[in-house]
């Protein structure tokens, strides 16, 4: 079992700063990609940012500059780091996981979502 467990969401005025984090857990060998996603209503969910477990990292080009991925291995979490914030970054972000459990088969798991609110 594998739970991904999301904070950080809120409120936040344009130009403002928000923290998301999202920590796993359960029988987990080991985490080697972890990332966000978000969707903004009547939208399709879209790649945020994701890094690896060696400290990869990659960006949808509409966040470069403002957010920053970063992540704990030892505490199998990740954290969102979002600045500058626009209201077009309004949505529901989800954090997801990929993996290997301790019994050795892989898991790709999904956060519940944290809403994010952007107001101008």
């Known amino acids: 079992q594998v739970q991904l467990v999301e904070s950080g969401g809120g409120l936040a005025q344009a130009g403002g700063s928000l923290r998301l984090s999202c920590a796993a857990s359960?029988?987990?060998?080991?985490?080697?990609?972890m990332g966000w996603y978000r969707q903004a209503s009547g939208k399709q969910r879209e790649l945020v940012a994701t890094?690896?477990?060696?400290?990869?990292?990659n960006y949808a080009d509409s966040v470069k500059g403002r957010f920053t991925i970063s992540r704990d291995n030892a505490k199998n979490t990740v954290y969102l780091q979002m600045d500058s914030l626009k209201p077009e970054d309004t949505g529901v972000y989800y954090c997801?996981?990929?993996?290997?459990?301790?019994?050795?088969?892989?898991?790709?798991?999904w956060g519940q979502g944290t809403q994010v609110t952007v107001s101008s």
């Open positions: 997801n996981a990929d993996g290997i459990m301790s019994n050795g088969l892989r898991f790709k798991y």
């Open positions: 359960g029988s987990i060998l080991r985490v080697n990609v």
């Open positions: 890094t690896t477990s060696g400290g990869s990292t």
